[in-house]
């Protein structure tokens, strides 16, 4: 059983956060990798606002320090701009991952994806097998 919580940003912006406490990534890294998604995917531009580092933790049932380093970690970055009295928003930059940063991210995903999928009864295999198929019928449709 995989347990999830969630957060929603805003009433007007559909982009919530979501943790898995048996992921084994912690949930500060699952906040910044799911900020750096929402603005990758557009569900987050320039300008949103995100909830108070309390609100956050109280949302999601976890300390406030973890969103205070999630946080912390996002502005370093260029991601947040933190405004005193107004509260935490996307900047304007667009968020530079490093190639280290990619492939942990990729190794995280091909991780649940095998697990998920060897839940399910699914071999390494099959998966190749199918992703290969996937791969090649997008290669010939594209043409």
Known sequence: ???????????????QFRLDLHSGVPVYRQIIDQVIGGIAAGTLAAGNQLPTVRQLAVDLSINPNTVI?????????????????????????????????RQRRLTQ?????????????????????????????SGKKRR
């Not at 059983?1 to 982009?15: D, P």
């Not at 999630?70 to 502005?75: M, Q, S, V």
């Not at 970055?77 to 405004?83: F, K, N």
Request: aromatic residues 6%.
């Open 1 to 15: 059983m995989v347990l999830v919580m969630t957060a929603a940003i805003t009433k007007r912006n559909s982009f």
């Open 109 to 137: 995903l091909v991780g649940e994806f095998i697990a998920r999928a060897g839940s399910s009864g699914f071999t390494v295999e099959e998966l190749l097998e199918k992703l290969q198929n996937i791969n090649g019928d």
């Open 69 to 101: 380093r999630a946080y912390r970690e996002l502005e370093i970055r260029g991601v947040l701009e933190t405004q005193q009295g107004t509260g935490t928003f996307i900047s304007d930059q667009k968020p530079q991952r490093d190639d280290a940063d």
